[in-house]
């Protein structure tokens, strides 16, 4: 079946640090791929997400791209803030399904 | 930016109790899901609606049922709680259009506790 495998936190940078959060994925066929964000307190928000392999998602700094042949979706940034503090998401969406499957959440905090 | 709406967004209740939490949507979106979040952050669908009168259960088994009964309304009720229903509970909706413009579109949440 489909799944997703994200890297287990908790991780802890310093401000102005650089972030990756590594993805990979298992589905049949050519899914969709994306990260969602949690901020304390709050429901997920979208954060940026890739279609076909190749495409590269990005938002408020962070950047992922949909890696076919190694199956992953990392997510980075090039120097984290304070208020990038929150829950990393990765997940898919098999072709033909109205569901996300969802990597299990890595908690991120930055501090000053 | 998302319409979607959960009351309460706080609850501690006696064990034995029903519950009924609230969500809405105001996007006119076909699908709505609940998701139920353990402390460790673990996201688990319990249960999902393609429109009206139809619902689905999700991937992780839960005691909750849920209606749906107009195209906003998602509630999800708690006949009889218990202190291992304690956890956040997450509602969403989406509405597919292509591949590239589809996304989930998350409430604020309800967290649960069960004394």
């Known amino acids: 079946g489909n799944s997703v495998t994200q890297m287990e936190g908790p991780v802890t940078l310093s401000e102005e640090a650089f972030l990756t959060i590594n993805c990979t994925y298992t589905?049949?066929?050519?899914?969709?791929l994306f990260w969602y964000v949690q901020y304390p307190g709050e429901g997920l928000q979208l954060l940026l997400k890739?279609?076909?392999?190749?495409d590269k998602g990005s938002n408020k700094g962070f950047e992922a791209t949909y890696r076919k042949e190694t199956t992953s979706f990392h997510l980075e940034k090039g120097s984290v803030q304070v208020s990038d503090s929150a829950v990393y998401f990765c997940a898919l969406r098999q072709g033909g399904s109205e569901k996300l499957v969802f990597g299990k959440g890595m908690k991120l905090t930055v501090n000053p | 930016e998302a319409d979607i709406y959960q009351t309460p967004r706080y609850l501690v209740i006696g064990t034995g109790k029903k519950i009924t939490l609230e969500c809405s949507q105001t996007?006119?979106?076909?699908?709505m899901y609940w998701y139920q979040q353990d402390p460790g952050m673990e996201l688990h669908l319990i249960h999902y609606s393609y429109g009206v009168n139809s619902t689905e259960k999700g991937d992780l088994s839960s005691e909750s049922t849920v209606s749906r009964i107009r195209t906003e309304h998602f509630p999800l009720t708690l006949e009889s709680a218990r202190p291992s229903h304690t956890s956040q509970y997450l509602c969403?909706?989406?509405?597919?259009?292509?591949?590239?413009?589809?996304?989930?579109?998350f409430g604020p949440g309800t967290r649960l506790t069960v004394t």
């Open positions: 996007m006119g979106h076909d699908k």
């Open positions: 589905a049949t066929g050519y899914p969709s």
């Open positions: 969403a909706s989406s509405e597919y259009q292509t591949a590239s413009s589809y996304e989930q579109y």
């Open positions: 890739a279609t076909k392999a190749d």
